[in-house]
Nanobody, 126 residues
């Protein structure tokens, strides 16, 4: 079992930056591929970024490529999402997710993730 707690959300002006953190409980964190997803009001949840279990492989949605960076520190059981050049359309609740330990690779599909955090709100003002 993995429990995930996101932090770092808030209100920022367009063009600004935020760094989200996701702290994971459990001794298997280094065996879990991780992902970030987001859900804007009235929209379905969508993929943002993913990272493999050891951090060697990352993937991004086209809408955030070049602006967001996912990383992880397995010694701290934490995954990060550095968000730069934020736009109003990035406003959403951001969720951290973990895949089961049998799957070390990245995935863009939320159905491939077994554990989810409660989410953190990011609001970008114009």
């Amino acid at each position: 079992q993995v429990q995930l707690v996101e932090s770092g959300g808030g209100l920022v002006q367009a063009g600004g930056s935020l760094r989200l953190s996701c702290a994971a409980s459990g001794r298997t964190f280094s065996s879990n591929a991780m992902g970030w997803f987001r859900q804007a009001p009235g929209k379905e949840r969508e993929f943002v970024a993913a990272i493999s279990r050891y951090g060697g492989i990352t993937g991004y949605a086209d809408s955030v490529k070049g602006r967001f960076t996912i990383s992880r520190d397995n010694a701290k059981n934490t995954v990060y999402l550095q968000m730069n050049s934020l736009k109003p359309e990035d406003t959403a609740v951001y969720y951290c997710a973990a895949r089961g330990t049998a799957y070390g690779g990245t995935s863009y599909s939320e159905g491939h993730y077994d554990y989810w955090g409660q989410g953190t709100q990011v609001t970008v003002s114009s």
